[in-house]
Each structure stands twice: as C-alpha cells, then as structure tokens.
C-alpha cells in the first residue's frame, strides 16, 4: 500500500512526491502501523520504492 | 407535519409551468393571474373552483381523456376540456352551467355502464354524485365485470372491473418511472389496461414502482395490504431507509400498524415517487428472523443465551474494558452504519473517542464512498457532491461513470431518464451495457465500455482532448481555480502517453469514441456527471474522484444548476455517516483529528481529553486483530463479513477477536463471530435524521415503538454508560443540537428547523439559513479550485492463464446490499439468487449453459452459483451481485484497496469460471459453521 501510495504522488516529482508521501502517512495510518513500516526500514525497507524509502525515513525521525 | 390525521395532498389538477408571461382571466368571475401556459383547471384549482375530473392529476401532464373537465370560454365555441387548455389573457372562463351539466351526466353514465356498482366509490362515486347521476340509461354491459383480478405482483393487485381505463397508471409509467411498461389495450368497451404484451404484472417490464397505484383513481390498482388491513387512518412522513436517494414516505397507519408506504408529494429528494423498495420493501421489520432480545454467550463455539439489556450492556462493557486493561486503549474500536440515523453514527463515533479513548472508529462508507471524501476535499474543499437532485433538469449532457441508477438509485433515475427524453445527451462509462444505455425513448450517445481498473486511462484521455482541441473554460479556470496547478496538469493530460489513440490499447474504448464523449461533454451545454462505485471501489479509486473533479473544473462545469460532480450514494446515509465524524481520521465535519483547536472544541463538549492521532481503520483492524493488537469490536448495522472484501481474511479476524458486538436486527454473517447480540431497531421506530447523496438531511420519524424495545441511540447511550461515560440524551433532537454547536456546516440545522423547512442541505449557517442546494456558487469550499494530478496506475490484480476473466460486483433494483432486509421480504421474487454474468463467448468457451451451476474461483477464495448467459457484459468480464449469503461473492474478491483509503478493490478481480456440481467447500463450511453459530439456547423451565 505505501508504494500505492508513493505511485500516486510520483508524477509530482521527487520532492513533492516524498512530502506527500510523509503527509499521507501521518494523516491516516494509525501509529502502529507508522511503527510497523518504519521498522520494515529499519529491517532493510525490502521492496520499498525510493519515495516511499525517503518518506519513511522521515517518519523514523520522530 | 410529524404525526396527523391521514394527508390528502392537493391537487390542482395539472402540473405547474415554469416561468413564463402572466396572465389574467376570469373563472366563474373570479380573477386570477398565473404564467402563461397554465392550463385552465390548474388556474380554476388556486382560485377554489375544483373543476370535476377524472383522469387528470398535476403529477401528470394532460392527457383530455375523461371529458369531465369542460368548460365553456366567453367568445369561443364548444366545450373544451379545461385539462387542455391553456389560458389566455382576458379569458372568462365558466365552469358550470345547464349545457355543461347534461355533458357530464352523459359522461359520467358511460362510465359508470362499465363500471360494477359496487366499485362505485371514492373519485368515481364522487364524480357520479356531482354530476347527479341516480340511473344508467344503458343497463350494465360492464365489459370487464368479469376479467380476473391480477395478483402476480406480490404487492399490489389490479382488478380491471374496477377500472375506468383513464390511462393515469399508463401515463404514471411513461412519465414518472419511464418504463414504459403499461399500455391500454382493445378498444371501446373492450379497451383495457395491459402491462408489456397483456401479460401478467409480475411477468412483465414492470418494475414495481408503485407510480400506477399511486396515480390510480379508483381501487383498480390497490395495494394488497391495504385490502389485507383496512383503509390507513393517519400518516407520519417519514425518510427511506434504503438508497441514498432518501425519498420522503408518508407512513400511512392504522392503529400501530402500517397499511402502506405511499411516496410524500412534497418530499424535495423524490417528489412524490418511489421505487419497489422503499415503496412496498418494509415488512422486514415484523419477520420471524428478526432477533428481539439481547444474547451473550462465553465463546462463539457456545450457543447464544437470551439475557435482560442490562447483563448484555453490563457484559458487553467488563468485556472491552478487561481488554483495554490488558492491551490498551487501542486494542479496541467501533464501527458506525450508513443504515443507521446521524445522531446515532455521532453517537457510536463519540463513544469510541470519549468513552473507549481512541480513534479505532470507521464506518461502512470505507467500502464504498471513502474516496469520494478523500478526493473531493482534495479538489473542491468538501467531501460531498456538488448538487442538488433538481438540477438534473438543467443539464444538456449527462455522463454517468461506474453507476447504475436505475437499478441503484431508481427514483433519480426516474429524474434523469425524464431529463433524457426531453432531449439531454447521454454517455455512459460501464463495462456492462447497464439499462440507461437504451431503454426506451432514450440511447446513450456513447457508451464507453472500459475493461474494468482503467477510469483513470479514460477520463485522462477525456481531458487530453479537452486541452489539446482547446476545449477549456479558460475564464472558469482562471477565475474559480489555482492557475498553477492548472498549468501543471495541462501538460501532464496533454502528453501523447495520454492520448485517446494510446489509451484505446489500455482500455479498449475505440479512440474516436474516446474523442466524440469529450466533445461532447465539453462543448454540449451543462455537463453533469453522476458516478458510482464503479469509481470508487478501485485501486485507484480516490484518483479517479480527483480526475472527475478536474475535467469539471477544466470544462466550467461547476457551480451552478445543471452542471456538478455528483457521486450517487449506495446507502440511505452514507453521506451523513462520513458527515458525523466516523472515520478515524476526522472528527464531524470533516476536521482532522490533528487539528488542535477542532480537537480542543470536542474536549470542551465531552470532558474529555481526546487523542490527536489517527485510528484503525476497518481493514487495518482485522489485519491488527490477526497480529493480536486489535481484539474487541462493537459494529453498528453493518454485515462486514458479507459485505467487505476477501471473506476468509475477515472471518479469520473476527474469530481472533476476545469481544465482538453485533447491533443489528438479524443474526447476519458477521453474528456469527459475536460474544454478544443487541437486537437493532428499523427506521420505523426511531427518530432521527438521514443525509442522502445531495446533502439533504431530513427527519426520520418514529410511527411505532420498537419491537427490540429500545432505539439504536438509546442502546449505545446505555453502553457508554456502562463505560462510565455517561451520555444522558433524552431524545435525538438533543444529540442534533450537539451536532449543530460542533459541527460548522451544520450550524443552523435543528428538529424545529426541518420540522419548519422539511429538509435542509448543509451548509446550514448564518450564511446559508435555509441550506445550500448548489455549492461551490461563485468560489470554491477551499478556495481555489485544485487541478491534481491523476497518473494512471495499472492495478496489481492482473489476468493470466489461470485467472483469465475480470470479475466485477454490483446490485440488482429489488434488492439491497448484504440483502438482510429485502430478502426477508415479497422482493425475493425478482431475485431469489446471486446469478454470475457471463458473455455469450466466454460460456461457449467453456461449455457452459445458461442456468448451469458454475465454479468461481479467485486467487483469494472460490465459490458456486448459476451462470446467466447476457451480452451485457463484455467479452472477458463477469459480473455477479453480492445481495445472498449462500453466493458470498466476496470471497473471491481480494484485499486490494484505493492507495489512499483501503476502499476495497471489489469492480476488479481476476477469476476462473467452470462448470460445478455443487457448493464449494468454503460454502459447506459455511453453512455449517452459521448452523452452529446461530443455535440460541432453550430458556430453562423456572
């Protein structure tokens, strides 16, 4: 779903599309699913496309 | 307007004119002034003077028929019928006099020479005594005296003796419903009403409406529970619960029972139409299945055990709060109905926040319009359509996307199809060939038969040839949008990858056609588009909502009558659920949970402080519930083991759940994994508030005590108080204050208000008193409006060798969703069983007949169920209804979801279809595992 998430913003490009990204994820996933896909970062983020790695990434900075 | 003594709606005879020069004349000496083309009798009828007639009625344009209605013109010869003419300046009109009398009585007697004396009656009765006929000179011919009575139609009767053959049903058919279904047949003595070929009612293109039994004069056309209980004695008007159409009904009663539900003339949604389920579909409400005491029971193995409402509350909440106790406050959640009233969906949603402490609240509105919200917010400011019902009869050119309307939406299909005739242009986008695409008197100009998962291919193609042809509203834009954005995504829609010559390859509509629908949309008029979930229940749902909005706003058509984005809602109140704060994100309208000072007005109302973060929602809830995080559900009126995708998943999360509880008014699929059971209360015996698809919000009225014995509202208010949050409403008009004091939009909306008005569209405030009808007039809700960019991305359900076809699931006109309701009903006649949809083609292929039991069989799960051979569909798609728990189609659709709110992926699944012998496995197991589920134990012997 995050790489659904980071296809729709792509046409934005790069930046606006991890803005997106990040402001998408904070505003509807429920934090424990926040925790879930940034420990799947954390875990080596398999899968994950570059957006939505750069995405994550910020919400691990919480 | 509540509650009174049986309404006798006016009639003034003919329907009004619009507009028009004044015109004065005179009526038996009485002035008056009306527009120009007013007939005569309508402009008798405001001035008091009640021209006798038959076959003329103002919900019917004049047919002349009866010749009852003459009158003589001061200056003009003969006797014209007043029905016909029309006024002219200057006229003196009389309407009684020797001639006229001895013409009626003539009449009247070849009336009543074919009529039984018994029937004479009501309207015919009267009209024998006003024009003083004692005596037939002609005996009794009374060609139909001896024609059966047809009873085919489980609702309603039609007994030709009692017919006058004044062609009001006929006319009612063609005019108000548009099915064309009656005719009058013979000729003289011998002329007959006839339903299609002099077939049966049952048998026939009737759809059971119930126009021609409203519009019946006599007791020719009568409902067959009015014959059962007696004539009603008082109404209650009241609002559907089925579709989110919201037709108002006078809920016609006699004592404490109903008699009839007859569609309320006044009523702003439907005037004075229904369709055959809110119109005859109600009894529901007395079935035998129907459960009407509380149950609990330890575990789901155990049968249920009927307790008082006290020890199921009492149980119900030690449940949720052990479990709170032991995993937390997010452990738990809530799930409001779309079926159910605003105040109570506030409610459920206010419990889950203030009295559960958490944010896992959501609501069936995130299996079908969630991407509506989304993707409106994002393009207009508002999660709602555009609308009202009315403008339909402005619009030039209609596009209806992935909607069916008149199996789903009957009554403003009924509007549309009116709108059609009188010679707006139509284009469909359906990969089936739904009935709007020709029916009678009307032909879709295109109809785009997309494979199923590309709406975002097409509709870009729609808008690359309204920006490469130069076909934008550049002042529209310029002036009512963000002038940036729109830069932006000209050039994203004008790249050749959107073209209708490459998006023909991706989704098989001809490039010409693709072409011609985009002219035509955007140069033919008032563009109005009405969608389904045939858009929404996508992959890329929410982005295709945003390219709808865009190629609106590109073409200007927004922000006046007869234009709009107008999505069309599955339930009776979808709108009002999403209104109410039900979604996890957002409290009531539409302000997001992280919003401090939204979130600081809330603590101030409830005493509470409440979380600023999002919450679960429903597919997030049984993922966390198989993980162990989410273990204990209250669900309000809603089946989400039938209705929400992939079955085993959700099964699976239900079992694994410590409480589950079931508010409903049948023990359905979802029961079956429940601790514990709180018997719901019908639409009959509530009061409340619904909110239909154009923003309307109108009264629910209670016309019986609930059989369960207490509200919907009530039972969550007794279970937040047995949370220790106390909720102390004494009645649904206080909870709506509530709503009205936190809530902007519907700040001006209270009981004595709708009471005073009958319905309001919200936005209700200062600056909109009385509602808002068209939105977005002059400026957007956000401001400016937001071109966003749509990027058309190909779903992850893809066909291959073993899943070759594209499944897609929708519903019939006689039943309802999950068909909890309409199944225990006469409806069941017209459907008695999901059937799967298959092209001629595909079935050869396979050799498969029509009524062969067929295999369905998905990547997630397989089912059986008979096969109906149909060109409706194209080649390489399926179509089949989910409205039966035997079928249970949605064990075969997946668990793919719109990118930005999990709304399910049901109009796409790839499938294997092949002949079968019986249920699947998963079906046996079913079955058994519901026998089991359903056991209520005996009541020991005291």
């Given at each position: 779903m995050?790489?659904?998430i980071?296809a729709?913003?792509?046409?934005?490009?790069?930046?606006?599309a991890v803005?997106g990204?990040?402001?998408?994820l904070?505003r509807?996933?429920d934090?424990r699913m926040?925790?879930?896909i940034v420990?799947h970062?954390n875990a080596?983020?398999e899968g994950?496309?570059?957006?939505?790695?750069?995405?994550?990434a910020r919400?691990?900075q919480? | 307007?509540?509650?009174m003594?049986?309404i006798?709606?006016?009639?003034?005879?003919?329907?009004?004119?619009?507009?028009?020069a004044?015109?004065t004349?005179?009526?038996?000496?009485?002035e008056v002034?009306?527009?120009?083309g007013?007939?005569?009798?309508r402009?008798?009828a405001l001035?008091g003077v009640?021209?006798p007639r038959?076959c003329?009625?103002?919900?019917l344009a004049?047919?002349?028929?009866c010749?009852?209605c003459?009158?003589?013109i001061a200056?003009?010869g003969?006797?014209?019928?007043?029905?016909t003419?029309?006024?002219?300046?200057?006229l003196?009109?009389s309407?009684?006099g020797?001639r006229?009398?001895r013409?009626?009585?003539?009449?009247?007697?070849?009336y009543?020479?074919?009529h039984?004396?018994?029937?004479?009656?009501?309207?015919?009765g009267?009209a024998?005594?006003?024009?003083g006929?004692?005596?037939?000179?002609?005996?009794t011919?009374a060609c139909?005296a001896?024609?059966?009575?047809?009873?085919?139609?489980?609702?309603?009767a039609?007994d030709?003796?009692a017919?006058i053959?004044?062609s009001?049903?006929v006319?009612?058919?063609?005019?108000?419903?548009?099915?064309?279904?009656?005719?009058?047949a013979g000729r003289g003595?011998?002329?007959?009403?006839s339903a299609s070929q002099?077939e049966?009612?049952?048998?026939s293109?009737?759809?059971?409406?119930?126009?021609?039994?409203?519009?019946?004069?006599?007791?020719?056309?009568?409902?067959?529970?009015v014959r059962a209980e007696g004539?009603p004695?008082r109404?209650?008007?009241t609002?559907c619960?089925?579709?989110?159409?919201?037709c108002a009904f006078e809920?016609q009663m006699r004592?404490?029972?109903?008699?009839?539900?007859?569609?309320?003339k006044d009523g702003?949604?439907?005037?004075?139409?229904?369709?055959?389920k809110?119109?005859?579909a109600w009894?529901?409400?007395?079935?035998k299945d129907?459960?009407?005491?509380p149950?609990?029971?330890e575990?789901?193995?155990?049968p249920?055990?009927e307790?008082?409402?006290d020890?199921?509350?009492?149980?119900?909440?030690?449940?949720?709060q052990?479990i709170?106790?032991e995993?937390g406050?997010?452990a738990?959640?809530a799930?409001?109905?779309?079926?159910?009233?605003?105040e109570e969906?506030?409610?459920?949603?206010k419990?889950a926040r203030?009295?559960l402490h958490?944010?896992?609240?959501?609501t069936c509105?995130?299996?079908?319009h969630s991407?509506t919200?989304?993707?409106?917010?994002a393009?207009?400011g508002t999660?709602a359509?555009?609308?009202?019902f009315?403008?339909?009869?402005h619009?030039?050119v209609?596009?209806?996307?992935?909607?069916n309307?008149t199996d789903?939406?009957?009554v403003?299909?009924s509007r549309?199809?009116?709108?059609l005739r009188a010679?707006?242009?139509?284009?469909?986008?359906?990969?089936?060939?739904i009935?709007?695409?020709?029916?009678?008197?009307?032909e879709a100009a295109?109809?785009?038969?997309?494979k199923?998962g590309?709406?975002?291919?097409?509709?870009n193609?729609l808008?690359h040839?309204v920006?490469?042809?130069g076909?934008?509203?550049?002042a529209?834009v310029?002036?009512?949008?963000?002038l940036?954005?729109f830069q932006?995504?000209?050039?994203?829609?004008a790249?050749?990858v959107n073209?209708?010559?490459t998006?023909?390859?991706?989704?098989?509509v001809?490039a010409?056609?693709l072409?011609a629908a985009?002219r035509?949309y955007a140069?033919g008029?008032n563009?109005?588009?009405y969608?389904g979930?045939g858009?929404?229940?996508h992959s890329?749902?929410?982005t295709?909502v945003?390219?709808?909005a865009?190629l609106?706003?590109?073409t200007?058509n927004?922000g006046?009558?007869?234009v709009?984005?107008?999505?069309?809602?599955?339930?009776n109140?979808?709108?009002g659920?999403?209104?109410?704060?039900?979604?996890?994100?957002?409290?009531?309208?539409?302000?997001h949970?992280?919003e401090?000072p939204v979130?600081r007005l809330?603590?101030?109302?409830?005493?509470v402080?409440?979380?600023p973060?999002?919450?679960?929602r429903?597919p997030?809830m049984?993922?966390?519930?198989?993980?162990g995080?989410?273990?204990?559900?209250?669900v309000q009126g809603?089946?989400i083991?039938q209705s929400d995708?992939n079955?085993?998943?959700?099964a699976a999360g239900?079992?694994a759940m410590?409480?589950v509880?079931v508010?409903d008014?049948f023990?359905n699929?979802t029961a079956?994994?429940?601790h514990?059971f709180?018997?719901?209360s019908?639409f009959?015996?509530k009061?409340?508030?619904?909110?239909?698809a154009e923003?309307?919000?109108?009264r629910?009225?209670k016309?019986?005590?609930?059989?369960?014995?207490l509200a919907?509202w009530?039972?969550?208010?007794r279970?937040?108080?047995a949370?220790?949050?106390?909720?102390n409403y004494?009645?649904?008009?206080q909870?709506m204050?509530?709503i009205?004091?936190?809530t902007?939009t519907?700040a001006?909306?209270?009981y004595?208000?709708?009471d005073?008005?009958g319905?309001i569209?919200w936005p209700?405030?200062?600056?909109?008193?009385?509602?808002t009808?068209v939105?977005?007039?002059?400026?957007f809700?956000?401001?400016a409006?937001e071109?966003i960019?749509?990027e058309?991305?190909?779903?992850?359900?893809?066909t291959?060798?073993r899943?070759?076809?594209?499944?897609?699931?929708g519903?019939?006109?006689?039943?309802?969703?999950?068909?909890?309701?309409?199944?225990r009903t006469?409806?069941?006649?017209?459907h008695?069983?999901?059937?799967?949809e298959?092209?001629?083609?595909d079935?050869?292929?396979r050799?498969?007949?029509?009524?062969?039991?067929?295999?369905?069989?998905?990547r997630?799960?397989e089912t059986s169920?008979?096969a109906?051979?149909?060109?409706?569909v194209?080649?390489?798609v399926v179509?089949t209804?989910?409205?039966?728990p035997?079928?249970q189609?949605?064990?075969?659709?997946?668990?793919?979801?719109?990118?930005?709110?999990?709304c399910p992926?049901y109009k796409?699944?790839a499938?294997?279809?092949t002949l079968?012998n019986?249920?699947?496995?998963?079906?046996?197991?079913?079955d058994a595992q519901?026998?089991?589920a359903?056991?209520?134990?005996?009541i020991p012997a005291?």
């Open positions: 995050a790489n659904q980071g729709f913003f792509r046409a934005q490009g790069e930046a606006a803005a990204v990040e402001d998408h904070r509807f996933w934090p926040r925790r879930e420990a970062l080596g983020g994950l496309t570059p957006s939505v790695r750069a995405a994550v919400l691990a919480d | 307007m509540s509650a003594s049986l006798q709606d006016a009639d003034l005879g003919t329907p009004p004119v619009a507009g028009g004044s015109v004349l005179t009526i038996d000496g009485r002034t009306v527009p120009e007013t007939s005569v009798m402009a008798a001035v009640d021209i038959l003329a009625t103002d919900t004049a047919f002349g028929s010749r009852l003459l009158v003589e200056g003009r003969g006797t014209p019928a007043s029905c003419t029309p006024v002219a300046e200057g003196a009109v309407t009684t020797e006229l009398d013409l009626r009585h003539g009449v009247m007697e070849l009543l020479s074919d039984p004396e018994h029937e004479i009656k009501g309207c015919v009267e024998a005594r006003r024009a006929v004692e005596r037939v000179r002609y005996g011919p139909h001896g024609a059966q009575t047809d009873e085919s139609n489980p609702y309603f039609f030709p003796a017919c053959v004044c009001r049903c006319r009612a058919c063609d005019e108000v419903q548009g099915t064309f279904a009656l005719t009058i003595f011998g002329s007959r009403v002099e049966p009612f049952l048998g293109e009737c759809v059971s409406c119930g126009a021609c039994v409203q519009a019946c004069p006599t007791d020719a056309l009568i409902e067959k529970s004539l004695e109404s209650v008007i609002t619960a089925y579709c989110g159409v919201g809920a004592g404490d029972e109903v008699v009839r539900m007859t569609p309320w702003k949604a439907n005037h004075g139409h229904s369709c055959v809110g119109r005859f009894d529901y409400a007395g079935h129907r459960i009407l005491k149950m609990i029971r575990t789901i193995a155990d249920w055990r307790v008082s409402w020890e199921a509350i009492a149980f119900a909440a030690e449940r949720l052990a709170q106790a995993h406050r997010g738990v959640g799930i409001t109905s779309s079926r159910c009233t605003n969906t506030y409610l459920v949603q419990l203030a009295a958490t944010n896992n609240v959501d509105a995130r299996v079908c991407p919200g989304y993707g409106l917010k393009a207009f999660s359509g555009t609308q009202d009315d403008s339909v009869d619009a030039d209609i596009m209806v996307i992935g909607a309307p789903a939406h009957p403003f299909a549309m199809k009116r709108r010679g707006a242009k139509l284009i469909v986008v359906d990969p089936r060939a009935d709007l695409v020709r029916t009678p008197h009307i295109h109809h785009l038969a997309l199923p590309t709406n975002v291919a097409l509709l193609a808008a040839v920006v490469a042809e076909l934008v509203d550049e529209f310029r002036e009512r949008c963000d940036p954005a932006a995504w000209a050039a994203f829609v790249d050749g073209s209708p010559e998006v023909e390859g991706v989704c098989g001809p010409s056609a072409r985009a035509l140069t008029g563009g109005a588009i969608y979930l858009v929404t229940e890329q749902g929410t295709t945003m390219a709808i865009n609106a706003m590109a200007g927004l006046r009558p007869g709009g984005v107008n999505p069309l809602r599955g339930q109140n979808v709108q659920s999403c209104d109410m704060g039900s979604f996890p994100h957002e409290l009531s309208g539409y302000r949970i992280s401090e979130r809330f603590e101030s109302l409830w005493g402080t409440l979380d973060e999002p919450g679960l429903i997030n049984i993922d966390a519930a198989l993980d995080s989410f273990r204990g559900l209250y809603e089946d083991l995708p079955s085993s998943h959700m239900l079992a410590d409480c509880i508010q008014l023990l699929e079956s994994y429940a514990v709180l018997p719901g019908t009959l015996e009061d409340g508030t619904f909110t239909n923003r309307r919000i109108q629910v009225r016309v019986m005590e609930p059989r369960n014995g919907d009530e039972i969550t208010e279970l937040s108080n949370l220790a949050y106390p909720m004494g009645h649904p008009a909870i204050a509530e009205a004091a936190a902007p519907f001006g909306v209270s004595q208000r709708l005073a008005l319905s569209q209700c405030n200062e600056a909109a008193p009385e509602g009808p939105m977005h007039v002059g400026r809700a956000r401001g409006g071109f960019l749509t058309y991305v190909p779903t992850d359900e893809r291959g060798p899943f070759p076809l594209l499944l897609t699931t519903r019939v006109l006689s039943q309802y969703n999950v068909g909890a309701q309409t199944r006469g409806n069941i006649v017209w008695p069983e999901d059937r799967l298959i092209h001629p083609h079935a050869e292929h050799g498969i007949g029509d009524g062969d039991w067929v295999k369905l069989a998905s997630e799960g169920l008979r109906l051979i149909t060109g409706r194209s080649p390489g179509y209804t989910f409205h039966h035997g079928t189609a949605n064990v075969v659709t997946t668990e793919l979801s719109d990118w930005a709110t999990n992926e796409v699944t499938v294997q279809v079968s019986g249920p699947t496995e998963w079906q046996a197991s079913a519901n026998r089991r359903r056991r209520i134990a005996p005291e």
